[in-house]
Structure formats: structure tokens, C-alpha cells
């Protein structure tokens, strides 16, 4: 009985028992002699084990994954020569996935009685996949910070060699980010939900080319038909900053740069590899290939190194047309 006065609750097994349940406490002891380990009923459901067997340390140490077991044998070890509360988490397998389960006691003596060791079992999987979750999205954060950078500086290299007054640089650099912006928001991760996201084919290109589509006339700019083909983050930026570009050049020089122009963008699967067809016709009349500037040769660069494919240019006097070839399985997530 614990507590001092006549109003002072009574500690008895019952109530003891009712507020280690509440807590999710599990209890276990261990005799150091015979290796021979009492566990109470939650700690049997908690390890998976009937309570009609008897259990040694040993028969626990089977159940600890691989990867910890090293560390836990080595942990407990070392308990008997510690002054205070220890606390040792390892992860517990089973057919379906693994546990993680947190081991903590009093170290040394403090610990034994009678050469049995005391202590509790708490199941902390939860906190520690909450854990695993913060650490990946840190990690995830950090490894998207780089890329932004990097793709930050490439963009900036292209509007510096792509125009001629700071305030083109400025309007071009801002368009091509947020093309991307538009882009990466189809495949932003819903709250909740740690996997990789993915978009349609046509959606991505819709989004990317709707400020272009939109006229004061009932004329429609842009006309996109292509069948559901599911694009992942890996292969996003690429195709965006590709539909972007090939957007930006016919606005200054191809179907869009008028009022009457019109792009179709047509796609098929075959087989192994996905073809975007972008078509332009009503621009002005088409008298040969253009320069090749830098983002042309991104646009080269990323069909081929990120999306497996190549990319040709047909110069009728009617409109450019441009035929991108990329294997559909760097398409995947």
C-alpha cells in the first residue's frame, strides 16, 4: 500500500493492474540463473507468444530482427553495470511486418531481486514509424532543396543565353518556374499518404499548356489528345521543362506567336516506348530550321538521358513538327 492519510488510495494488484493496462505497460521478469523468462498477458499477445509455453531469453531473442539483435544482446549486457533507468527499442517480427518494442528497467541492482530481474515491455511502433515518416520526409525535403537548386541554375543559364534585357531574363526565368510549380502540383503527396504520387500524361501537358490555350475568340489554341499514360515525379520535371520550351518557342516564332495558330499534341504506346507528336499549323510560314540554342539542346539532353528517348524536327512550310520518342518505362514511378 503506498500514500500517506486516511484519504490516501490503496495501491493493491487490482488497481496496479488496471493502471499499467491503461498505459499499454507490459510486464516481464527475468531470472538470470535459469534464463528462464514470466511474462504477464500483454507481454505474451506483444511478442506473440501462448502464454502455455514456457519462454527463456533465448526463445525472445529469436523473435528480435536480425538487425537489432547484435545491439540488444549487447545493450542488455551492459544494463548490469548502469545506474538508473535504461531503455533499449529493437524491432520483433512476424509474418506480417515487425514491431518495435521498448524494453526499460531500473540498471545494476536496483533492477534484481532475488537474482530476477524486473521490468516493462511497451509497444512503441507507432512513434517510431512517426519517426521513420519525419525522417524520410527530412531527408525527402533535403534530397528536393538540391534539385531545385540545381534546377534553378540551369533554368537561370537558359534565360541569360536565351534573351537580351534583364527584364526578358526576369519574365522568361519566372514562366519557366512556374511551369514547373504547375506541374509539380499534380504530383504533390496528399496529407497522410508516404508514397510516391503520379499523373496522367495529359493532364501534365494540359496544365503546362493552359495559359497558352485561353484566347478572346472561341478559337481553341491548343488541342491535346492523349490516352492515360501515368507519368512519376522522377520523369516530371523533365517532360515539364520540354513542354515548356517547345511552348516558348512557338510563341516566339511558331503557331502560337499570332492569333489564329494551333498546336495538336497527339500521343501513342507502342510497346516499350511512348510518342508525343506536337504538331503546329495557321503560324507564320515555316522557312527552315531555327538556330540551335541551349534550351534546344535540353530539351536533346533530357529526352535522351532522362526519358530514354530521342527527339526529331519535320520543317513543312505549314508548321513545325516535332516527334518525341521516350521509353514508357522511365515514364513509370
Known amino acids: 500500500m503506498l500514500g500517506k492519510g486516511a484519504n490516501a488510495p490503496v495501491w493493491d494488484t487490482d488497481r496496479l493492474r488496471s493502471a499499467t493496462d491503461a498505459a499499454g505497460v507490459a510486464l516481464w521478469s527475468w531470472n538470470i540463473d535459469t534464463d528462464e523468462i514470466a511474462l504477464d498477458e500483454r507481454a505474451h499477445g506483444l511478442w506473440g507468444v501462448p502464454e502455455s509455453d514456457p519462454v527463456t ?7 528480435i530482427h536480425p538487425a537489432d539483435l547484435d545491439r540488444v544482446r549487447l545493450a542488455f549486457k551492459a544494463t548490469q553495470g548502469l545506474t538508473g533507468p535504461y531503455e533499449i527499442d529493437f524491432r520483433i517480427e512476424f509474418a506480417s511486418g515487425y514491431r518495435w518494442i521498448s524494453a526499460r528497467g531500473q540498471g545494476g541492482d536496483a533492477g534484481v531481486v532475488n537474482r530476477i530481474l524486473f521490468a516493462i515491455f511497451l509497444d512503441v511502433t507507432e512513434r517510431k514509424q512517426a519517426d521513420e515518416i519525419r525522417d524520410m520526409l527530412a531527408t525527402e525535403m533535403s534530397h528536393r532543396v538540391k534539385n531545385l537548386f540545381a534546377i534553378a541554375s540551369v533554368l537561370t543559364t537558359i534565360a541569360a543565353r536565351s534573351t537580351t534585357t ?5 519574365y522568361d526565368l519566372t514562366q519557366r518556374l512556374t511551369a514547373l510549380g504547375r506541374a509539380h502540383d499534380l504530383v504533390r503527396p496528399l496529407p497522410g499518404v508516404h508514397k510516391p504520387q503520379t499523373a496522367f500524361l495529359g493532364d501534365l501537358i494540359a496544365v503546362l499548356l493552359a495559359p497558352y490555350a485561353a484566347t478572346e475568340t472561341s478559337l481553341k489554341r ?12 522522377a520523369a516530371l520535371t523533365t517532360l515539364a521543362l520540354v513542354i515548356h520550351e517547345l511552348a516558348t518557342n512557338a510563341i516566339k516564332y511558331g503557331a502560337l506567336s499570332n492569333e489564329v495558330g494551333q498546336v495538336d499534341i497527339t500521343c501513342s504506346s507502342n510497346g516499350a516506348d511512348v510518342v508525343i507528336v506536337w504538331t503546329e499549323r495557321g503560324g507564320p510560314p515555316v522557312t527552315g530550321p531555327g538556330p540551335t540554342g541551349f534550351g534546344s539542346k535540353l530539351i536533346t539532353q533530357g529526352m535522351s538521358c532522362q526519358l530514354g528517348g530521342d527527339i526529331t524536327i519535320d520543317w513543312p512550310i505549314e508548321g513545325v513538327v516535332i516527334t518525341m520518342t521516350m521509353a514508357k518505362a522511365r515514364l513509370a514511378p
Do not use: Y
Request: aromatic share 4%; charged share 25%; net charge negative.
Open 57 to 63: 531469453f533465448q526463445d525472445l531473442s529469436a523473435r
Open 166 to 170: 534583364k527584364a526578358e531574363m526576369a
Open 222 to 233: 491548343v488541342n491535346v489528345s492523349v490516352p492515360e499514360i501515368v507519368v512519376g515525379e
